[in-house]
């Protein structure tokens, strides 16, 4: 969404408007404005399914928390409903997904 500008006769309510525009749409552009966690999924030993509630193919994914020491990868491509992530032990992990 767009911030609507208000005109005005006022050069620094202008340039104001203008800097809030322009760090408001940065943050919009960001993908991780989008983002979702999947917090303690429940990995196993091997190739793992993991819904992640995103709505779309997600760009990528990243751990930010685990219960254990382990090891994660993708399996094969996200698809709009899993990831598809192998793990080397046991664990329950937190991810963010975007």
């Given at each position: 969404m767009?911030?609507?500008?208000?005109y005005s006769k006022d050069n620094d309510l202008n340039r104001v408007q203008d800097n809030?525009?322009?760090?408001?749409?940065?943050i919009q552009q960001s993908p991780l404005t989008g983002a979702v966690t999947v917090v303690a999924a429940p990995l196993t030993i091997g190739a793992n399914?993991?819904?992640h509630r995103l709505g779309r193919?997600?760009?990528?994914?990243?751990?930010?928390?685990?219960?254990a020491p382990c090891t994660l990868y993708d399996t094969a491509p996200a698809d709009q409903t899993?990831?598809?992530?192998?793990s080397d032990i046991a664990a329950n992990v937190t991810l963010?997904?975007?």
């Amino acid at each position: 969404m767009k911030l609507r500008k208000v005109y005005s006769k006022d050069n620094d309510l202008n340039r104001v408007q203008d800097n809030v525009s322009g760090v408001l749409d940065f943050i919009q552009q960001s993908p991780l404005t989008g983002a979702v966690t999947v917090v303690a999924a429940p990995l196993t030993i091997g190739a793992n399914s993991v819904g992640h509630r995103l709505g779309r193919r997600p760009i990528g994914w990243f751990t930010i928390g685990t219960d254990a020491p382990c090891t994660l990868y993708d399996t094969a491509p996200a698809d709009q409903t899993f990831l598809y992530i192998t793990s080397d032990i046991a664990a329950n992990v937190t991810l963010i997904v975007i």
